[in-house]
């Protein structure tokens, strides 16, 4: 799914993620904010992303970046998958400028029993982040 920008006044949803990836840039300054939802074949979504982030807000140096997934649920082919994702969601915000100290990720731990879908939501207007777990 390409990224998407999301304007003053609207909740950024990330939608159902279990080995997907959810990543939400956000401009405390002008309550605006881009997001993506990375699937396994869609991860250079999030370096256009960051590109048109950083190009419309000016610099890194005042974005927050908020990042959910989960970590591995599934045989160990679907882990290497996750894992993959993880390390390339790290090393592309590492590499972009945008800043640690603003950037937050929350990966899901796996569950024995039941199989849990987080939801991240960024309110653009107050900054305010919620995760949800959802067993399904």
Known sequence: ??????????????????TCIA??????????????????????NLDYMIRDAIAKFGSPDGLEVYVAGSESMFAESYDMITMHKQE???NALKQSGLRPENTFIQWTPPHAEDFIM????????????????KAL
Request: hydrophobic share 40%; net charge negative.
């Open 1 to 18: 799914m390409p990224h998407k920008f999301i304007p003053p006044g609207h909740i950024a949803d990330s939608g159902l993620l279990s």
């Open 23 to 44: 990543v939400f840039i956000y401009s405390r300054q002008h309550h605006e904010a881009y997001g993506v939802h990375l699937g396994s074949f869609t991860l250079d």
């Open 88 to 90: 390339y969601v790290i």
């Open 118 to 133: 987080t939801v991240m939501t960024l309110d653009v207007d107050s900054g305010i982040v919620t995760l949800t777990h």
